[in-house]
């Protein structure tokens, strides 16, 4: 009960808060309620979701970069027939239950006709499901989780699976190296370190090799002696850290300082050039896999690359700049080859998407709406990753 | 204090009554709700309706252990995810064509007792402790409950071969949640905890709030009272997290972290601790907030340092002028004055956009902001004149208050028309006439004018301050060549929005926005002129 | 499961101690602070994370530079460090805490909690966070590993760990031996009595911040620079809970019993990988904890309490 006492700290408080939401600029919002995405004069509205926050920012920022330019080329080549596209990007907050309410949001307020992203799996398995059950395609961007397109045939992804980068990066471990005895580090925190340690174990075995030794830490981990010394004791020859940057350089400097000479073998979440930073020495003379490397003489790298550079200031840091860039490509294509301007004709475009050129590769949706790609091994050198040799496309049933 | 309403008789007739009519009225809801609202909403407003009211039931049920009974919890977010793991997998493994409502109220069930099951084991040990201690051992059970799930893959590190998905979470729940359940549930919680307060189990729990030893001394068994109130508190969580994992049909750990229980923490702070009308609000408003922070545009990063600069200052100010000798009259006059030159200049930006050509929302805008800043000066001069109070600057804050009222009012009318989902622009609206009528109407609502029209003031004087101060900020060279190019979005500044209002809110008002006050059908009859009778006994 | 390997263990008690001394030297900073206003000071482990910016841009701005000697430069992020810090927590005290100097502890908890959510994440519009930079490896010049009876041993943590002990030394002598120091024994024990008897009590508050404070930066700038931390505005959170356990494991408001506490927590920490649970390494704090605190709330060193 509002009982006689001073309300007035509590009528403040209220107001301050509700004078924040009132302060969404009226200006900006749209002209009295949804416009419809039908006349033909209207851009033509498709949406983005990434991680805009949180400790996927840094792919998450690449991966829109990556899309609005290739939106904006495609706007400045006259669009289709001179109709523009507009890119909407909603923030996923690092978060899966922010992703969907991201992509509900795209989809019941904008009316987009298609979603890209997102670069995580746990991501975009909400949004994807999301889009399957309205009906609107998804090109998933950096989701390299292998059951992510079972979910229906409205999810297709523009980077290859874990099954095929873990698959071939057991494989050029075991061929290219001659490691036999492989020790792994995975980050307990991360569906994506997991999932890629899975398939590592797998095909490492059935290759031939032997997992010494799986140990774990948590992503924000800081000392990882503990671990290191455990798989030291196993006398590996090889160590494959299947996490992110963040704790591989760290893990790269202790793997060094406690003298456990190995060569360090891991999956594209290595990519981002303060790997080499973090890691100093221990790190040089790693392997990774990754998509595709800024330095890579294709034509379609270079262009990229400059008008990456002219647009933002900078390369782009990670893969997920051109994987962006790759997803808007084939989303842009089938748009332009699409029968009707909807989301059922587009979705039924890009499944016949077929030798598309793109940053990351010759771009080809196959009958389980993967992009069939090859991988691109890279070496850590003390300046800059190099590429060191492709892995071409391979089917690996785990 | 807070002050109980004790009826003198009771009536047993009417008791049964209020009790079955109550309950037809929760049934006509959820009726309403499922077969009038939800099918003219999208996906989205269904899901924003659902989060929002998943949040405030769970800031409610925190509330019962941290504000009704004094006990400080940080770990809520582990019961909420011991539920809806547990109804989650139960679903996930054995659901296949049964009654999907039984199904549904049967996992509320479960999901509860597992979580409340939970609350005994976090509960118990957790006796001992008090105060800051508590919290850290809950934030402890919380990661502890938390890094287990996560190590629950079937593979090496899980326990018997568990299969919780790990990291991954567990997907292809089945999503049986309708939005009418979510309703019914909020309304059960909100009902549990405010019947409780009724009794003299309820008592209890905020005498152990008051004083553990007093408490004793009269009688509470404080250690029971606990125990229930964490069984209780961890139970709803737990009913929810059913709710939470049948409506997104896919759980991960992440989703249940340190920081989803700072969430609710700073939830039920912000609302009032012990106030189960604040949690709930403060849950609904804070979660729809970090949606519609979605629909704003970029801030400039000067700007944004401009506010907090030109904020500070404000403050600064403030507190200057209550050590001055001009007392409190010469510091509401030099307040309302800011304010009244806000809007002045609400009028002249109104009377700019007014004739803008290319939007007509623009125009609109412009005259709405015109119509309302003069109709607001003229406010202050009729409070002047009519004497509105014992001193001058008392008078301009109370027309400065009728001002406040009336942006609100126009506000909303303003709102309609912003992008928003639709459910975002109802909450908010609700909420803008709440506060209009309450401040208008309600009698010592009308004692709080000259409070509330100092408010007004102060974003009033913030508004003015800014714009001297990003002018000289945009002159430093340094500031003006690092941060020029850089743009905030408000979306990204979420969790700094929650973290400053929750200090601040800590700041001005320890006890939370509503306190220990609750909504209240007196209060409502009190605002409307039908105040009646009752016997009020300070606790 | 495996079954342990027993060779492995003195290397693990080694890095134990190693990991336990950054722990420790947080949880110093938690224990004075604890120990003259009884708060669970949250931001601390917030302000450590600063001290890993403060280091970090340091580092960047002279690194690489002629006529920088290496060792002046190590010096110099430490101090810039520490100052920066302690005027920091300076800061966060009078603003945040002072005015609730007698408000009830749940509602300074609280404040706590909010300050250190805000530096997380108002830190993000101030700081480089993406992707997460760290300490280049140059700059640590301590880098070589020894070999001590086949114990693998890193100079740098030798260093974090013999900078921890003298601290600890330095700080008891601090508290018990000057006039200061027993000024804040006095208002640890009784606020009131202590501002009767001629104590400035904010001044001693205010001292305890900048000392716990600078003790934190010192803390980041060390441990971003001998592991090679990547940054970012959550580094501080778990560090800094950790150090709180340490800190309650040891007895909270006694220095030696944070340095032991510590130790013991990165020794448990190893203990746990080194017996195939790696997963479950960052619960092992809490469980610590919790036992702790029904076992023995007054910790390890702490005068035993019925109830806390």
């Not at chain 1, 980077?159 to 490691?179: R, V």
């Not at chain 2, 977010?77 to 809806?84: E, M, N």
């Not at chain 3, 190893?270 to 092992?284: E, F, T």
């Amino acid at each position: 009960m509002f009982h006689r006492t001073r309300f007035s700290g509590g009528a403040l408080l209220a107001a301050a808060a509700l004078a924040g939401i009132l302060g969404c600029n009226p200006t900006g919002g749209s002209n009295g309620g949804k416009t419809a995405n039908g006349g033909s004069e209207d851009p033509i509205k498709i949406g983005l979701i990434a991680s805009l926050n949180g400790e996927l920012k840094p792919w998450g920022e690449d991966s829109m970069r990556g899309a609005q330019l290739a939106v904006k080329e495609f706007n400045d080549a006259g669009g289709l027939n001179g109709r523009k596209v507009e890119l909407i990007v909603e923030d996923t907050a690092s978060r899966p239950e922010q992703g969907k309410t991201a992509t509900e949001k795209l989809l019941n307020e904008d009316q987009v006709l298609a979603v890209l992203g997102e670069v995580a799996s746990g991501i975009t398995q909400p949004a994807a499901e999301v889009c399957q059950a309205a009906g609107v395609p998804i090109i998933a961007i950096g989701a390299t989780r292998v059951d992510i397109t079972e979910i229906g045939e409205y999810v297709f992804r523009a980077c290859f699976t874990d099954n095929f980068q873990g698959a071939a990066m057991a494989k050029f471990a075991y061929e290219d190296l001659g490691l036999r005895r492989v020790a792994m580090l995975t980050d307990k925190k991360q569906p994506y370190s997991t999932g890629l340690s899975d398939i590592f174990r797998k095909a490492f075995e059935s290759f031939g090799g032997t997992i010494v030794a799986e140990e774990f830490y948590e992503g924000g981990n800081i000392d990882f002696q503990a671990q290191l010394t455990n798989i030291k004791a196993k006398n590996p020859d090889g160590l494959f850290c299947s996490g992110y940057f963040n704790e591989v350089g760290p893990i790269a400097r202790q793997r060094e300082a406690l003298g456990l000479n190995v060569k360090m073998v891991g999956g594209d979440g290595w990519d981002s050039r303060e790997l080499i930073q973090s890691g100093g020495t221990g790190i040089i003379g790693g392997f990774f896999c990754n998509h595709y490397h800024n330095s890579e003489d294709r034509d379609e790298v270079r262009n990229f690359v400059e008008a990456f550079k002219k647009e933002y200031g900078n390369e782009p840091a990670t893969a997920m700049g051109a994987l962006g860039y790759d997803a808007a490509t084939i989303l842009l294509d089938a748009i332009k080859r699409a029968e009707k301007i909807d989301s059922k004709s587009i979705r039924d475009a890009i499944s016949t998407t077929k030798d598309l050129k793109g940053v990351s590769g010759s771009l080809s949706i196959g009958p389980d709406r993967n992009a069939q790609k090859p991988a691109l091994v890279l070496e850590v050198k003390k300046d800059d990753f190099e590429p060191y040799k492709q892995v071409p496309f391979f089917v690996f049933e785990g | 204090m807070a002050a109980a309403t004790v009826t003198p008789s009771f009536a047993p007739g009417r008791y049964v009554l209020v009790r079955l009519l109550s309950f037809l009225l929760v049934a006509a809801i959820a009726f309403v709700v499922e077969r009038q609202v939800v099918p003219s909403l999208n996906n989205y407003d269904a899901t924003l309706i659902v989060r929002s009211l998943l949040y405030a039931s769970l800031a409610v049920s925190l509330n019962l252990i941290n504000g009704i009974t004094g006990q400080f919890s940080v770990g809520h977010a582990a019961f909420f995810l011991v539920g809806a793991y547990v109804s989650g997998y139960v679903t996930r493994n054995y659901f296949d064509s049964q009654d999907p409502l039984l199904w549904i109220t049967g996992m509320t069930v479960v999901g509860g007792v597992a979580a409340a099951i939970a609350g005994i084991v976090v509960g118990l040990p957790s006796l001992r402790l008090r105060g800051d201690y508590l919290a850290v051992a809950t934030l402890g059970f919380g990661e502890i409950i938390r890094i287990i799930v996560q190590n629950q893959d079937g593979k090496n590190l899980s326990f018997g071969g568990l299969d919780l998905g790990g990291a991954f979470g567990l997907n292809k729940i089945d999503k049986l949640t309708h939005v009418w359940h979510v309703v019914v549930l909020f309304i059960l919680i909100v009902a549990l905890c405010r019947n409780l307060l009724k009794t003299s189990h309820g008592l209890s729990f905020l005498a152990v709030r008051e004083d553990e030893l007093a408490a004793e001394a009269t009688g509470v068994n404080t250690t029971r009272t606990k125990v229930v109130a964490f069984v209780l508190g961890a139970a709803m969580a737990g009913m929810v997290g059913t709710l939470f994992a049948h409506h997104e049909g896919f759980i991960t750990p992440v989703t249940f972290d340190m920081s989803t229980s700072f969430l609710i923490l700073t939830m039920v702070v912000i609302g009032g601790t012990g106030s189960i009308t604040g949690a709930a609000l403060a849950g609904a408003a804070l979660k729809l907030l970090e949606e519609a922070l979605r629909k704003i545009d970029q801030i400039p990063a000067i700007d944004l340092l401009g506010y907090i600069v030109s904020a500070l200052l404000v403050l600064l100010l403030v507190k200057t002028l209550r050590r001055s000798r001009f007392g409190e009259n010469g510091r509401h006059v030099f307040l309302s004055l800011l304010g009244a030159v806000a809007l002045a200049g609400a009028v002249v930006k109104g009377l700019a956009l007014s004739g803008d050509a290319d939007s007509g929302y623009v125009r609109f805008v412009g005259w709405a902001m015109l119509a309302v800043g003069s109709l607001s000066i003229l406010f202050i001069v009729v409070a002047l004149v009519r004497r509105a109070g014992a001193t001058v600057g008392e008078r301009m804050l109370t027309g400065l208050g009728w001002a406040g009222a009336l942006i609100a009012l126009v506000g909303c009318y303003v709102h309609w028309f912003t992008g928003v989902s639709v459910v975002i622009k109802v909450s908010v609206i609700a909420m803008l006439l709440a506060l209009a009528a309450f401040t208008t109407l309600s009698g010592h609502g009308r004692r709080g004018m000259p409070a509330f029209g100092a408010v007004v003031a102060l974003f009033g004087s913030l508004i003015v301050v800014k714009m001297p101060v990003t002018m000289a900020l945009h002159s430093v060279p340094f500031i003006e060549e690092n941060l020029k190019d850089t743009l905030y979005s408000p979306n990204n500044l979420r969790m700094a929005i929650f973290a400053f209002l929750l200090v601040v809110v800590m700041l001005v008002r320890p006890i939370g926005v509503l306190g220990h006050h609750e909504f209240s059908w007196d209060l409502v009859k009190r605002m409307f002129g039908m105040k009646h009778k009752q016997q009020e006994i300070a606790v | 499961m495996e079954s342990l390997d027993w060779g492995q263990l003195p290397q693990q008690l080694v890095n134990g101690l190693q990991l336990g001394a950054i722990y420790a030297l947080i949880a110093l900073g938690y224990t004075m602070v604890y120990g003259v206003l009884k708060l669970i000071n949250f931001a601390h482990g917030d302000v450590y994370m600063v001290g890993m910016y403060l280091a970090y841009y340091t580092a960047m701005q002279w690194f690489n530079r002629e006529a920088m000697n290496p060792y002046v430069l190590l010096f110099l992020m430490l101090i810039i460090s520490m100052v920066g810090c302690a005027l920091l927590g300076l800061l966060i005290e009078r603003v945040a805490y002072r005015p609730l100097r007698n408000a009830p502890r749940i509602s300074v908890l609280i404040t706590a909690i909010g300050v250190s959510l805000l530096l997380e994440h108002g830190g993000l519009l101030v700081f480089k966070t993406s992707p997460p930079p760290s300490i280049a490896q140059d700059v640590n010049v301590f880098s070589q590993t020894m070999d001590i009876f086949g114990v693998a041993v890193t100079q740098s943590r030798l260093v974090v760990f013999g900078v921890t002990v003298v601290l600890m030394f330095l700080l008891w002598y601090f508290v018990t031996q000057t006039q200061t120091g027993r000024a804040m024994r006095a208002v640890s024990h009784d606020f009131n009595t202590a501002a009767l008897m001629g104590v400035n009590v904010s001044r001693i508050i205010g001292i305890t911040f900048i000392i716990g404070s600078a003790l934190a930066g010192a803390g980041g700038m060390m441990n971003a620079t001998a592991l090679g931390t990547p940054l970012t505005t959550f580094a501080g959170l778990l560090p800094g809970v950790k150090a709180f356990v340490a800190a309650v494991l040891g007895g909270i408001g006694n220095i030696p019993g944070a340095v032991v506490g510590g130790f013991i927590m990165g020794i448990a920490e190893n203990l746990v990988v080194w017996g195939g649970l790696g997963g479950y390494k960052d619960a092992v704090a809490f469980v610590i904890l919790i036992i702790i605190l029904l076992l023995r709330p007054g910790g390890l060193f702490g005068s035993p309490v019925d109830k806390v």
